[in-house]
Nanobody, 123 residues
Framework: QVQVVESGGGLVQAGGSLRLSCGAS????????MGWFRQTPGKERELVAA????????RYTDSVKGRFTISRDNTKNTMYLQMNSLKPEDTAVYYC????????????????WGQGTQVTVSS
């Protein structure tokens, strides 16, 4: 079983930055893909960014390209999402997820989820 815990959310003004962290515990976590998703009320949870098991492959949704950076440190079993130039439309609950695949970009491919952390961007 894999346990996933996010941290780093909060309130920030438009144009500001936040860094989210995700700690994952459990066997073989360093061989699993990880991703960040977000969800707003009434909408489906969407993939924001994903990183392969060794960090060599990353994927971003179009709306965050050039502003967000996903990374991971397998020595710490931790994943990060650096969010710069934040916009009010980035406001959402952000979820960390772990997939038992080595690369994963579909929500259905993720097996373990955190509880979510709120990110609010004020205009």
């Amino acid at each position: 079983q894999v346990q996933v815990v996010e941290s780093g959310g909060g309130l920030v003004q438009a144009g500001g930055s936040l860094r989210l962290s995700c700690g994952a515990s459990g066997r073989a976590v360093s061989t699993y893909a990880m991703g960040w998703f977000r969800q707003t009320p009434g909408k489906e949870r969407e993939l924001v960014a994903a990183v392969s098991w060794n960090g060599s492959t990353t994927r971003y949704t179009d709306s965050v390209k050039g502003r967000f950076t996903i990374s991971r440190d397998n020595t710490k079993n931790t994943m990060y999402l650096q969010m710069n130039s934040l916009k009010p439309e980035d406001t959402a609950v952000y979820y960390c997820a772990v997939s038992r695949l080595m690369v994963a970009t579909m929500r259905s491919s993720y097996d373990y989820w955190g509880q979510g952390t709120q990110v609010t961007v004020s205009s």
